[in-house]
């Protein structure tokens, strides 16, 4: 089975610590794409990254970071996490530079930030 | 920007009963894909469906089936025979103009009553 994996299914970090999360899929996907999903405002893009030590801002990157070191794995980082980034957080990859195909979704990480 | 509208944040539906969720969005380009997501409450996000936009068959898989209408910019989904294993959050997604990442809406709650 294909597979997305969030390192954490969830986190409780307090205000102004550094947050990673990371993300692993075994599908050898060119694509990694990090969202943030709030209750009415659906899925949000924060970062994505179509290659290695290649990323891209989404909608919303403030505040944010990514890694992506290796093809496999792709990491976000909260440089100094704050309260409103209290959230779901998404993983998905894709297999190519069209999102024609859609996306496998790793089961997220519950981020609370105290 | 692109959008994507679920105007129905909660539905309910009786066991074996149909439902029908609906989703329009905005996009200029004539060749496109359209994507509906079930997240159940594990939360792994799951394809259900995919439609190609230049098709005039509307696709179906088992008992879920869509009601593509390309004019309207509408995209709904028909669960037929409802099961309890229904319930989750349904997500209608699309790519945006550049076609290399998806654009969500936010979610409709689907409740399965026995």
């Known amino acids: 089975d294909v597979k997305v994996t969030q390192s954490s299914r969830y986190l409780v970090k307090r205000t102004g610590e550094k947050v990673f999360l990371e993300c692993v899929q075994d599908m050898d996907h060119e694509n990694m794409f990090w969202y943030r999903q709030d209750p009415g405002l659906g899925l949000r893009l924060i970062y994505f990254?179509?290659?290695?030590?290649?990323?891209e801002k989404g909608d919303i990157p403030e505040g944010y970071s990514v890694s992506r070191e290796k093809k496999e794995r792709f990491s976000l980082i909260l440089e100094s996490a704050s309260t409103n980034q209290t959230s779901m957080y998404l993983c998905?990859?894709?297999?190519?530079?069209?999102?024609?195909?859609?996306?496998?979704f790793g089961s997220g990480t519950r981020l609370t930030v105290v | 920007a692109q959008t994507v509208t679920q105007s129905q944040p909660e539905m309910s539906v009786q066991e074996a009963e149909t439902v029908t969720l609906s989703c329009t969005y905005d996009t200029s380009e004539s060749d496109y894909y359209l994507f509906w997501y079930k997240q159940p409450p594990s939360r792994q996000m799951i394809l259900v469906i995919r439609q190609e936009a230049y098709k005039q068959q509307n696709a179906t898989e088992n008992r879920f089936s869509v009601n593509f209408q390309k004019a309207a910019k509408s995209f709904s989904l028909k669960i037929s025979d409802s099961q309890l294993g229904d319930a989750a959050m349904y997500f209608c997604a699309y790519p945006n103009e550049y076609g290399n990442k998806l654009v969500f809406g936010a979610g409709t709650i689907l409740r399965v009553k026995s």
């Open positions: 990254s179509y290659d290695v030590k290649m990323k």
């Open positions: 998905a990859s894709s297999s190519s530079g069209s999102a024609n195909y859609g996306y496998t």
